[in-house]
């Protein structure tokens, strides 16, 4: 397993097990008093070059601190989030707050690698993203090569050219967009000509199958040879086990994300890989 693994094994608020948060209007209640005061922390997830491990970009993921329940999944609250339009001061944070820990590992001496956060559809649809992110990397002194945005195939869907045009306008300011979960939505192929996107994230139900299908494989090849062809990278999602690391190498995925390499950690965990640089051990060094 990674060098990173069994850190940041963080004990998660269980929906199922209470109901202080079962009503939509409390939830949305408790989620005002945490945008008031911003119970809300980002966790980083590395990916790594397939081949050496090496430290590439990590993904920024949003966790709910909750004074009394602990720490929240994204998926308990997102949800909700983008149906009451909460999500908009809420990606205002996460955007704010990436840009802050970059600027901290720099000003900590540490060399940065591009993080890259998760913009919901209904972020786009309201517009003024674009602005967003260039406020915050001239607030912070952030090159705009250290930002990198991913959205869902489904938030590009359709004939929406307002975000196609904010997409075009944030990937001018050099940001690098990324399609997120790419093979759960509708839209894949026909949107993947039309907008130019820079890392194709494959989801990880399709990582899952590698090894145990044969059409798994061959799908996920097929992704990538396209990916490739189009000009992008491939990031697989989800890689758990060595086996399916295996296959990833030899289908040239580019990079790999998942539980084998490292969990989402908090920024202080993030500091020391950044200076280790490569993260697999010498069972997965190739
Ligand atoms: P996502 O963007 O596809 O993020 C990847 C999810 O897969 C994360 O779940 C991550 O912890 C999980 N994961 C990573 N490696 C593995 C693995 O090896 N195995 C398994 N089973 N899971 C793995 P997380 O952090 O719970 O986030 C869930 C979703 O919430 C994200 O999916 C994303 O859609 C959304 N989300 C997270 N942060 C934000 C945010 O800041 N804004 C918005 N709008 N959505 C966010
Ligand atoms: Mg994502
Ligand atoms: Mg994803
Ligand atoms: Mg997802």
Redesign the pocket.
């Known amino acids: 397993a990674g060098k990173a693994e069994g850190k940041g094994q963080y004990r998660f608020f269980d929906h199922a097990q209470s109901n202080i948060l079962k009503t939509r209007t409390q939830l949305r209640q408790r989620l005002l008093e945490a945008i008031d005061k911003r119970q809300f922390v980002l966790h980083y997830q590395p990916r790594v070059d397939t081949r050496t491990g090496e430290l590439l970009s990590m993904e920024a993921l949003l966790r709910w601190e909750h004074p009394q329940l602990g720490m929240i999944r994204p998926d308990e609250f997102i949800p909700l989030a983008e149906s009451s339009g909460l999500i908009v001061p809420i990606g205002a944070i996460v955007i704010d707050a990436a840009c802050a820990q970059l600027a901290a590992w720099r000003a900590q001496g540490a060399v940065p690698v591009p993080v890259s956060i998760?913009v919901s559809p209904k972020q786009f649809l309201r517009g003024g993203v674009q602005r967003e992110l260039a406020d915050a990397l001239a607030r912070y002194h952030v090159p705009a090569g250290l930002l990198e945005v991913e959205i869902?195939e489904s938030a590009m869907m359709g004939d929406q050219a307002e975000i196609l045009a904010e997409l075009a306008a944030i990937r001018a300011l050099g940001v690098k967009l990324h399609v997120?979960?790419f093979g759960?939505g509708y839209s894949s192929l026909s949107q993947l000509q039309r907008m130019k996107m820079d890392v194709l994230k494959v989801?990880?139900s399709f990582t899952a199958e590698l090894g145990r299908s044969k059409e798994g494989t061959v799908f996920f090849q097929a992704i990538v040879s396209m990916a490739h062809a189009l000009g992008m990278e491939v990031v697989a999602?989800g890689v758990e086990n060595e086996a399916q690391l295996t296959i990833l190498r030899a289908l040239n995925c580019n990079e790999v994300q998942g539980y084998l390499v490292a969990r989402p950690l908090p920024a202080a965990s993030i500091a020391p890989l950044l200076a280790q640089r490569y993260l697999f051990d010498d069972a997965l060094a190739a």
Do not use: H, I, L
Request: charged share 60%; net charge negative.
């Open positions: 998760n869902t997120d979960d759960t989801d990880r999602e």
